[in-house]
């Protein structure tokens, strides 16, 4: 498959970090929503879903943000995991500037109006 084909895949925590995201990303991204944690069945369907598409975690620094990261380092390896600095704890309160630039970071094409921002 080229990689031009490829499709690329955030997954987030809840509708707000999605909305954020979104509104920052120039290309064309799927962004799921897990809404919290994620039971195995469900994750297993998900999994199902992501085969041959570039998949990148995007969680809150927080406790619950951990625990799903730890689920899809298990379960989806083969994932690329984002972070935000842990002094904005969650997505959808991080300045628009901070997840800028970790999106650009992992190649992923932004509004560069937002690196102007910092």
Same mark, same amino acid.
């Given at each position: ?44 369907? /998900?999994?199902?879903? =992501? +085969?041959?598409? !570039?998949?990148? *975690? ?6 619950? &943000? ?32 901070? /997840?800028?630039?970790? =999106? +650009?970071?992992? !190649?992923?094409? *932004? ?6 921002? &910092?």
């Amino acid at each position: 498959m080229t990689r031009e084909l490829t499709e690329k895949v955030i997954i987030v925590e809840g509708k707000s970090d999605k909305r954020k995201v979104k509104s920052i990303i120039r290309e064309p991204v799927e962004i799921i929503c897990t809404n919290g944690t994620i039971g195995l069945s469900k994750l297993d369907e /998900l999994i199902d879903t =992501l +085969i041959d598409k !570039d998949v990148y *975690i995007l969680v809150d620094a927080d406790s619950a &943000g951990d625990k799903l990261r730890r689920q899809f380092k298990r379960e989806l390896p083969e994932a690329e995991h984002l972070y935000i600095d842990k002094m904005y704890r969650e997505v959808a309160t991080a300045p628009e500037h901070h /997840l800028a630039t970790v =999106l +650009i970071g992992a !190649d992923i094409d *932004i509004y560069t109006e937002y690196l102007d921002r &910092g």
